[in-house]
């Protein structure tokens, strides 16, 4: 397929493909993800929600975040499954549809918190690599490049200046009108206590595959930084033939 080819026709439905998007926290791996698969006619299986509906459980059984034992008892019998939709999955926890409940500060602090202990990671990649084993996805995370789907056919890794990522999801939070208290340094200030957790964790740190083409969008707008991936797809893809 030459680029003209892929522009006429850019689907990768029927592709058993996987695209990696993995970053950190206020990267915008999200917004990328859903854009790529609409574009690409893949499935988006935003593996971040299944982390948080793991936190939100713990948060609900008032579990300890910082001890794995407890949370390991609790992963087990807990059924985390996620159905594409069109703007973002559907998240089912335990057949209860969380899926507005997932995207406050307390369970994505939670989420990254309770991230950190290997028992959990090793659960939570089997049911990542579950949900995308048949392909045509694209899945986004901290991880998806390096540890899920190190053979994934595409991986990139989306990155932003810190201050840049606050700044982003300040403005968020803003338009959810839930946190309206929240000032930009205070979450420039989580951000950068996340980074610090995800980077150095012992298991699965977060860190680009190898492999990955790095996008750093701090100078880009959204659009930009969507046509950007979507070349990145399109080049991968016609290098593989």
Do not use: C
Not at 3 to 22: F, H, V, W
Not at 150 to 173: M, N, S
Not at 176 to 188: D, M, R
């Amino acid at each position: 397929m030459n680029a003209e080819d892929s522009r006429s026709d850019p689907s990768l439905k029927g592709r058993k493909i996987i695209i990696a998007i993995d970053g950190p926290a206020g990267a915008g791996k999200s917004t990328i993800a859903r854009r790529l698969a609409r574009h690409f006619g893949l499935l988006n299986l935003e593996t971040g929600a299944m982390y948080r509906a793991f936190a939100l459980k713990a948060l609900r059984a008032k579990v300890p975040l910082d001890s794995s034992a407890p949370l390991e008892a609790l992963a087990h019998g807990t059924k985390i499954r996620l159905e594409p939709g069109g703007d973002e999955n559907r998240v089912l926890l335990d057949g209860e549809d969380v899926t507005r409940l997932i995207r406050t500060p307390a369970v994505t602090d939670a989420a990254s918190r309770v991230s950190v202990f290997p028992a959990i990671r090793a659960w939570m990649v089997r049911l990542q690599q579950q949900v995308g084993a048949a392909g045509g996805v694209v899945m986004e995370g901290r991880d998806i490049g390096t540890v899920v789907f190190p053979h994934a056919q595409v991986k990139i890794f989306l990155d932003a200046a810190p201050e840049v990522r606050g700044q982003r999801r300040f403005e968020q939070l803003g338009q959810t009108g839930k946190v309206p208290e929240v000032q930009p340094q205070e979450v420039i200030r989580e951000l950068h206590a996340r980074d610090e957790r995800d980077r150095n964790r012992a298991d699965s740190p977060l860190k680009p595959a190898p492999d990955a083409v790095l996008l750093d969008s701090t100078n880009m707008s959204l659009e930009q930084a969507v046509a950007a991936a979507e070349a990145i797809v399109e080049n991968r893809i016609q290098t593989a033939g």
